[in-house]
């Protein structure tokens, strides 16, 4: 559940809104601004003047997409105006982006009159590759869509009328598929006779369902031509057939589709429906019947809903930043139904085939194949941008539309690295651990920082949190931040009734070690104490602790009763951090202060492990100031040393060094000067020779990059646990800890 209180302090934290304008070119010194203004901008605007199609080329206009609204139809809000649609709108400006690589300027305008929306368009034309039409409401919103579609030279899409009806195209060719029904033979019952539901109406005509077989409803029963409230689009699909209620035109269909509301199909008219029923509920946030009843009231029925939660999610995600894509990519005059269709087509065609590795890793490895279930590809699923997008410019081509012919092959490849894996990586690691319902117990039961991570945790099933503390204080402090932690438990270690067992056990672990059992129990009242025995016991699946102490300090306390796993001379540390296009694992950034040859060589081939253990080849580099032996001297020769026995042990694994970071992340670079390196890729994993590098390396991507850094994740701990520093952010805290819960999950599946 998203809580107001969350939600104004994300539009709010930082800087107010969730998008902002950036340079892709350098533009820091005087000649660069005169580069990029005057008199530099007076060269392409002359090439341009003599050639607009040069836009594409010296412009940002071919990967801008202008997506505007007055705020007349905003969804669940309805006529709020343009003002409070914006945050809407920067919402879709952020997906495009995070999708697709599309920038967008968002646009609300102030008026309500249709022609004063489609001028203010069409004067805007030369700014976009693209206009993007939300949240007006019908009719205008689709005389507007039908105006501009017909006059601009550029792609028009309206994203209520289309997203959801390219998806739910999609769920049907492939349901018909499993229930072996024709579908210019099957009857379409469509409850919704707004934007939504004539975007569907019209695909399923493109896609082969007879007009005679569909019957569309509205809250006032079958849209009929005798009815004098129609508006002119709704009369295209106004049927005269005497099934005037709803119930009665359910009566031996096929398929159901709702685009209305809640509650409005019953078991009872669902069973009424034909052998092999399939039954898109689509309202939001409530679907016209649960996915639960529809299953219930008969064993035949194929179910999808526009609710992630559930399989055969019909969500628009799937559908308009790749469609945009394709089209942008081609500098397509209009997106037709024809290239709406080939999305459909090439949705459905994904989810027949075998689901990727790094798919079903993010679902806690559960299986997925097509079938009742698995109508529609994961919305992680990487290959949805390459497949769809490049389906949408080959129609555009083939319908003589697009203005710059690609070659597939090539197109499909430049898809594949343009949005790279760094977020889409971490999206995965909270779909993963959604599927373990671990239980992470955190020893700072009433710190802020933990409890609003834990509020965010438990509600997004990210993991089960248990906290440490004073009952009353713990539970005091969640009232006074008015936090809903109904799903966390509270254990007060002075009160537990495991205390006994925990403290014969922990005494039985260190007596030899200079600790009598009075001293014993006092440490045990000591949270991180009782948090590791907690672990140790069984009775925790992970252990995150830290963030009011010094990191030194916890990992020391930590380690008295977790201890390394057998083997391993050194525990060490982790960062995974996300850059936009890649992923890096660093370490040892937070741990060892000085580690030798063999402790620098664990720790590589911990990280290679944590990397592959995430679905991510591990190419490892030994980062030192010398590139391969140009530097003699003991801090160079301990990291060729390292390295040649990182190389011994995992002869399989791909590792290099000694070398200098440049070497390690510029292939140019390494293939000019070092040719004989065995990392033919760049590295992912970067090893550092000591603390302080790789601290101070850490840092810097912290707090000058644009890193998202998920870390220190413990390595070669004998049991999972992580241990936050201070300072660390609520969002930090989240990450570790869905890492934490697929390193948990991976070793215990180990």
Same mark, same amino acid.
């Given at each position: ?63 801008? @997409? ?99 009806? @390219? ?40 896609? #082969? ?6 019957? @569309? ?56 429906? #034909? ?65 709406? =269709? ?77 949005? /790279?894996?760094?977020? =889409? ?17 955190? +020893?700072?039961?009433?710190? =802020? ?5 834990? +509020? ?14 004073? =009952? ?136 290679? #492990? ?43 694994? @791909?590792?290099? /060094? ?52 998920? #870390? ?36 215990? /599946?180990?």
């Amino acid at each position: 559940m998203i809580r107001r209180e969350d939600s104004i302090a994300y539009h709010t934290a930082d800087r107010p809104g969730k998008i902002e304008v950036r340079s892709t070119k350098s533009c820091l010194g005087p000649r660069e601004m005169r580069l990029a203004y005057l008199p530099g901008a007076a060269f392409p605007s002359e090439e341009i003047a003599r050639d607009p199609s040069k836009v594409f080329q010296y412009t940002a206009r071919g990967n801008l @997409v202008g997506v505007i609204t007055n705020g007349t139809a905003v969804p669940g809000l309805g006529d709020v105006g343009p003002e409070a649609a914006k945050p809407m709108q920067e919402g879709m400006a952020v997906l495009f982006k995070r999708l697709a690589d599309i920038d967008v300027f968002d646009i609300e305008l102030d008026t309500k009159d249709p022609d004063k929306i489609i001028e203010t368009i069409r004067f805007l034309e030369p700014t976009f590759g693209g206009i993007n039409l939300k949240d007006i409401r019908a009719p205008e919103g689709l005389v507007i869509y039908q105006k501009l579609w017909e006059t601009l030279r550029i792609p028009v899409f309206h994203e209520n009328l289309y997203s959801t009806a @390219v998806v739910a195209s999609a769920a049907l060719l492939n349901a018909l598929d499993l229930v072996e029904k024709k579908i210019d033979e099957v009857r379409v019952v469509i409850c919704g006779a707004g934007t939504v539901g004539t975007g569907c109406v019209r695909l399923f005509l493109r896609i #082969g369902v007879r007009p005679e077989n569909l019957l @569309v409803y509205d809250a006032k029963g079958l849209v009929h031509p005798d009815r004098d409230d129609l508006f002119d689009f709704q009369r295209e699909y106004a049927r005269a057939e005497n099934a005037r209620a709803l119930e009665n035109g359910l009566k031996g269909a096929d398929v159901f589709l709702g685009a209305s509301a809640g509650g409005v199909l019953t078991q009872e008219m669902l069973r009424g429906m #034909g052998r092999y029923p399939i039954v898109f509920a689509l309202a939001t946030p409530e679907p016209e019947i649960e996915f639960e009843a529809a299953r219930a009231s008969r064993r035949d029925v194929i179910v999808a809903t526009a609710l992630g939660q559930y399989p055969n999610a019909v969500v628009d995600l799937l559908s308009f930043p790749y469609i945009f894509r394709g089209a942008l990519d081609v500098q397509a005059t209009r997106i037709t139904e024809g290239m709406l =269709e080939a999305a459909a087509r090439a949705l459905a065609n994904l989810a027949r085939e075998d689901v990727v590795e790094e798919v079903e890793r993010a679902y806690g490895n559960e299986r997925f194949s097509f079938g009742p279930e698995y109508l529609l590809p994961k919305p992680i699923d990487p290959r949805i941008l390459v497949r769809e997008s490049a389906a949408v410019a080959e129609r555009a081509i083939s319908e003589g539309i697009a203005r710059r012919p690609i070659e597939t092959r090539l197109y499909e490849e430049s898809l594949n690295v343009r949005i /790279g894996t760094g977020r =889409e990586t971490l999206r995965g690691l909270i779909f993963r651990a959604r599927q373990e319902n671990m239980r992470v117990v955190f +020893s700072d039961g009433t710190n =802020e920082t933990i409890l609003r991570a834990c +509020s965010i945790l438990a509600d997004e099933k990210i993991a089960s949190p248990v906290l440490l503390g004073a =009952e009353d204080d713990v539970r005091g402090r969640i009232e006074k931040l008015g936090l809903d932690l109904a799903g966390a438990a509270v254990v007060d270690p002075e009160k537990s009734p495991r205390f006994d067992h925990y403290l014969n056990e922990y005494f039985r672990m260190r007596r030899r070690k200079g600790l009598m059992r009075v001293a014993a129990a006092r440490r045990l009242r000591q949270l991180d104490i009782f948090g590791a025995m907690m672990l140790h016991s069984g009775d925790a699946d992970l252990l995150v602790a830290g963030v009011t102490t010094h990191y030194a300090e916890s990992l020391r306390t930590i380690l008295e009763v977790i201890g390394p796993l057998p083997g391993i001379r050194k525990v060490s540390s982790l960062y995974m951090v996300l850059l936009p296009k890649k992923i890096y694992f660093l370490a040892d950034c937070a741990v060892n202060i000085d580690p030798n040859a063999e402790e620098l060589a664990e720790t590589a081939l911990l990280a290679a #492990g944590m990397a592959r253990s995430l679905g991510i080849e591990p190419r490892v580099a030994m980062l030192s100031f010398s590139n391969f032996g140009s530097v003699d001297h003991p801090f160079t020769r301990r990291v060729r040393d390292a390295t040649a026995i990182a190389k011994a042990r995992a002869p399989e694994l @791909v590792i290099d /060094g000694e070398m200098q970071l440049a070497t390690a992340v510029d292939g140019s670079l390494r293939q000019e000067y070092f040719p004989f390196s065995d990392l033919e890729r760049d590295a992912n994993v970067l090893i550092f020779p000591d603390l302080q590098s790789g601290n101070l390396a850490l840092h810097l991507l912290q707090h000058v990059g644009e890193a998202v850094l998920i #870390g220190p994740a413990l390595l070669g701990a004998r049991l999972p646990v992580h241990l936050l520093q201070y300072g660390q952010t609520v969002e930090d805290v989240v990450n570790l800890t869905a890492l934490g819960v697929v390193q948990a999950a991976e070793r215990r /599946g180990a």
